[in-house]
């Protein structure tokens, strides 16, 4: 199996242009995470979905961010306008269902690095 | 709402000696996971340990084990047999196993070890 594929691995913007980054889970797995690192708050979780529907999206700082998951191998993660605070790097996860699996790991992709100038 | 804390922002061992991180974790539930991941400096996430609230015994993996204290909340690492390779921050995880349908991890801010030849 190819794991997490997430694109792109690295991203430079202007502040208030579109940044979308994308995830393609681990195949049969139907729980995905964002999570965001930054050196001054950690690795955070963004928004978690459960076959294909947002499950807590209380992380997600505010209105400029969206994430989707149209379906079962593939979502993604929107900032618009983005902002310099949102340099960060921006990890997608994928695990079997939680509920039904014992031994229950969350696959982490290698990460997107935005930096918004 | 679950807290991770880890302690020791750096530490550092001698190549073949052993080390141990620190981790604490404040929560009400009584049935849970641990984990520690390791990120080497090429960001990417990788598993090393994971320890299930339910079971006594410390979990191993090779140079790897656990201290678990439930009463305590307490969870640290020890590397037996240090080698360059280990060299990477660790972070200390906590996911709920409590049902509901919440499953993120909760990071703490990690150590960053340095392991000298």
């Known amino acids: 199996d190819a794991g997490v594929i997430q694109s792109p691995r690295h991203e430079v913007t202007e502040m208030g242009q579109e940044v979308t980054l994308r995830c393609k889970p681990i195949?049969?797995?139907?729980?995905l995470f964002w999570y965001r690192q930054t050196m001054m708050r950690g690795l955070e979780l963004l928004i978690y979905f459960n076959n294909n529907v947002p499950i807590d999206d209380s992380g997600m700082p505010e209105d400029r961010f969206s994430a989707k998951m149209p379906n079962a191998s593939f979502s993604t993660l929107k900032i618009q306008p983005s902002e310099p605070r949102d340099s960060a790097v921006y990890f997608c996860a994928s695990s079997p269902d939680p509920r039904t699996e014992l031994y229950n790991e969350q696959f982490f992709g290698p990460g997107t690095r935005l930096t918004v100038l | 709402a679950q807290t991770v804390t880890q302690s020791q922002p750096e530490m550092s061992v001698q190549e073949a000696e052993t080390v141990t991180l620190s981790c604490t974790y404040d929560?009400?539930?009584?049935?849970?996971?641990l984990f520690w991941y390791k990120q080497p400096p090429s960001r990417q996430m990788i598993l090393v340990i994971r320890q299930e609230a339910y079971k006594q015994q410390n979990a191993t993996e090779n140079r790897f084990s656990v201290n678990f204290q439930k009463a305590a909340k307490s969870f640290s690492l020890k590397i037996s047999d240090s080698q360059l390779g280990d060299a990477a921050m660790y972070f200390c995880?906590?996911?709920?196993?409590?049902?509901?349908?919440?499953?993120?991890?909760?990071f703490g801010k990690g150590t960053l070890l340095t392991v000298n030849p």
């Open positions: 929560t009400s539930e009584s049935d849970y996971y």
């Open positions: 995880a906590y996911r709920t196993n409590s049902g509901g349908s919440n499953y993120k991890l909760t």
């Open positions: 195949s049969g797995h139907n729980s």
